[in-house]
């Protein structure tokens, strides 16, 4: 018996699993295509390398926006952007990318084309870098190193930014957001309006320890649509939408509400960041 137990827990902790399953916590998938290795990503992603000969590549390339900030442009070759299967196993070619500015992740981005808003870079010279990341989010490697490219970013010359929609140019290719992009600065106000009682939809979540109620699954809505998250957490923590990088705090036993409008198309997950918990994802056509 104790043979047994031994075999069927060896069993459970060997199979490849996805990573972002419903419900879950963050956990690597340990698939066949590439091999994992010990280094990580500044967020804990594990990096997984594959053969130089069948590695997808990126070459990132900037332009001043003419109304505000930067138009940033993601050239890939032997790559996809595949936003519908964000949380999956990772497949060859196939995957999204994280922009960052210095060392700080700015966003995670599902397309060719991407707006970056003069607000979200500070003063002075910073580099800008892309990575492309798999599906299970580990990240794409060739020689223990990140497929990424890098290039300078300045911000003389360029204007604030506040006020201004970015109007990102060029088509994007992808089912992915649109150019206008977010930035890592989230805003924490809980809106991004001043009308907190018009809603299209709104969406309950209670949060139990590793329980989500209900089960985490997709929502659909419509670009300009406007919803609000109402997430009742056992513990004290944070509600986060990525892709929109709108984030809320959620006191312990009290609900937290985050109101927001939809004004990109994409798959954006909706997740706790304290317990590393997705919630629902949020399908924008």
Known sequence: MALLLVGVATG?????TTHHKPGTSHEEASGSTGRLLDREDESGHRYRQVDAADAPSVELAVRPD??????????????????????????????????YLGDRKIARVYGEWYHLPASAVPKGAHTLTARLYADDHTVWAVDGKPVESTVELSQAGRGSGHGHDGGGSGDDSSAG???????????????????EGSVDRTVTITVDGKNVEPPPGRVELKKGQRIRLSVTSDRADTLHVHGYDKEADLPAGRAGTLTLTLDRTGLFEVETHGSGLVLTQLVVR
């Open 66 to 99: 003419s109304v505000d900030g930067w138009n940033v442009r993601l050239s890939v070759h032997a790559f996809r952007f595949t936003p519908d299967s964000v949380g999956g196993g990772a497949l060859p070619g196939r995957g999204h990318a994280h922009l």
């Open 177 to 195: 957001p649109d150019d206008k992009g977010g930035t890592d600065a989230p805003d924490k106000s809980g809106t991004d309006a001043p009308d």
């Open 12 to 16: 459970c902790s060997d199979r490849p």
